[in-house]
Nanobody, 120 residues
Framework: QVQLVESGGGSVQPGGSLTLSCATS????????LYWVRHAPGKGLEWISSIDPDGVTSDYAAVVKGRFTTSRDNADKTLTLQMNSLKPEDTAVYYCARDCNGYSTECSYWGQGTQVTVSS
């Protein structure tokens, strides 16, 4: 079955960096657009980024553009989110997802999430 497993979350000071990974299995990884979505405390789900199947084109929410970079390794079937210049408002549970409806958070498959906390 489809499995998405995030890792790499943790606590970091403002201005710091973290790299999240999403290991996948159970589907032909290289044929799917993949997504990052986050859920901040007290807020709704927020679409963060997407990347096309061959990794050439990625898209970002305005709040993270220029600070976050999504990439993928189709050989290893992994998705990565490099997060730089982190801010306290980036604190959230981060999910990788598949089969999302455009820029929405209506996705068919989700990982379990990984917590990112940005605090001094």
């Amino acid at each position: 079955q489809v499995q998405l497993v995030e890792s790499g979350g943790g606590s970091v000071q403002p201005g710091g960096s973290l790299t999240l990974s999403c290991a996948t299995s159970g589907f032909p990884f290289s044929t799917y657009i993949l997504y990052w979505v986050r859920h901040a405390p007290g807020k709704g789900l927020e679409w963060i980024s997407s990347i096309d199947p061959d990794g050439v084109t990625s898209d970002y929410a305005a709040v993270v553009k220029g600070r976050f970079t999504t990439s993928r390794d189709n050989a290893d079937k992994t998705l990565t989110l490099q997060m730089n210049s982190l801010k306290p408002e980036d604190t959230a549970v981060y999910y990788c997802a598949r089969d999302c409806n455009g820029y929405s958070t209506e996705c068919s498959y989700w990982g379990q999430g990984t917590q990112v906390t940005v605090s001094s």
